[in-house]
């Protein structure tokens, strides 16, 4: 089997000639370099898609501008109700933003008020990368569905502050990005984009609860898939934190596979109980975290984890990987070629 129909297979939930190993991209290998290069040929992996056309929650018709003040970038929208505004502060060690366009309810009925104009979609760099790729692995491109909307624009805190205070205008948020998100994937799938990675799901499922997540990711993706599905396109999901109060509503949402299924002290699951739940539902990816576990054990210990993933997972209708975030380093990718060697014994 090709790498590609390798994963399809496990995807549709058959069981492949092997077990598919599957990193992220190249994480922070240089894509040009001999390591990168095994990586592509020897491993099975998700490759990043681009899709141009912008921001399918503003579009085209905002007003924006940036501006450098005090060391800190300022991103401004031209509300019709007063400007929006958000600060993001770099250090010498990260960057993160610490302050957001939304603080109150006001300022989200400002953000819904805004003009829009949907932006039109250009599906060809996704197209020349799946062309580039090949057989070498599946090409997919990131979304954020609805319900992570309001995280973008609220900070954590008013984001579960609103969520408790004032639902409604939480839900409208919610509502008109669906509306949005709905318009942007059946664009997407008509330009032949035919895999998506789907973020945003953690939100509500580390600071909203079972009901949160039921009301604003399970009601809005399950939609979402469905049209992904209808053009026969394939659903990603990634949701980081403790899966067992969620395992069931994430398998009704639809996704063709699901990770990073973090065991404890991460999550509160394991593998084998996630494959016993809904392992004939949902294909699952993991659970070995590209930063803690893959990019720092060394090899007989990566080759021990490889072979208990696969055998609580696998054969069939599993991914053996980390997490879909593109963030190991070279010593995780040396670890990445090393499953692939578990995966070959094992078939």
Not at 22 to 34: K, L, M, N, T
Request: charged residues 25%; negative net charge; glycine residues 12%.
């Amino acid at each position: 089997m090709t790498s590609r129909e390798r994963i399809l297979c496990a995807m549709e939930l058959g069981t492949p000639d092997r077990v598919p190993v599957v990193p992220w991209g190249f994480g922070h290998v240089p894509e040009d370099s001999e390591l990168a290069h095994r990586l592509l040929h020897e491993c099975d992996p998700f490759i990043n898609g681009q899709v141009l056309g912008g921001d399918w929650f503003l579009g085209t018709a905002v007003r924006t501008r940036t501006e450098q003040r005090d060391g800190k970038t300022w991103s401004v929208i031209e509300g019709p109700y007063g400007d929006l505004y958000s600060r993001f502060q770099r250090t010498e060690v990260t960057g993160a933003h610490v302050e957001f366009f939304c603080k109150n309810s006001d300022d989200v009925h400002n953000l819904l008020a805004l003009p829009y104009e949907p932006p039109t979609v250009d599906g060809t760099p996704f197209i020349e990368r799946k062309d580039e790729i090949g057989e070498l692995g599946i090409v997919g491109t990131g979304l954020t569905n609805p319900g992570g909307i309001p995280a973008r624009f609220l900070s954590p805190a008013d984001y579960s502050i609103m969520w408790l205070d004032d639902r409604e205008t939480f839900m409208e948020l919610v509502r008109v990005a669906a509306e949005r998100c709905y318009h942007w994937v059946d664009e997407c799938c008509r330009q032949g984009v035919d895999c998506f990675r789907i973020i945003g799901g953690e939100f509500a499922s580390t600071q909203l609860g079972p009901e949160g997540f039921r009301e604003t990711m399970l009601r809005f993706d399950k939609p979402m898939v469905e049209i992904m599905h209808e053009h026969g396109a394939l659903a990603h999901y990634h949701n980081h934190g403790p899966m067992g109060a969620y395992l069931e509503m994430l398998a009704e949402i639809g996704m063709d596979s699901l990770d990073p299924l973090e065991g404890p002290p991460w999550g509160d699951t394991t593998l084998a109980e996630c494959k016993q739940r809904i392992g004939d539902r949902v294909c699952l990816l993991g659970n070995l975290d590209d930063m803690e576990v893959i990019g720092k054990v060394d090899g007989p210990a990566i080759e021990q984890l490889a072979q208990e993933c696969i055998e609580a997972a696998g054969p069939g209708g599993y991914l053996l990987g980390g997490t879909t975030s593109g963030t190991f380093n070279e010593h995780a990718a040396e670890n990445f070629l090393r499953m692939v060697d578990v995966s070959k014994r094992l078939a």
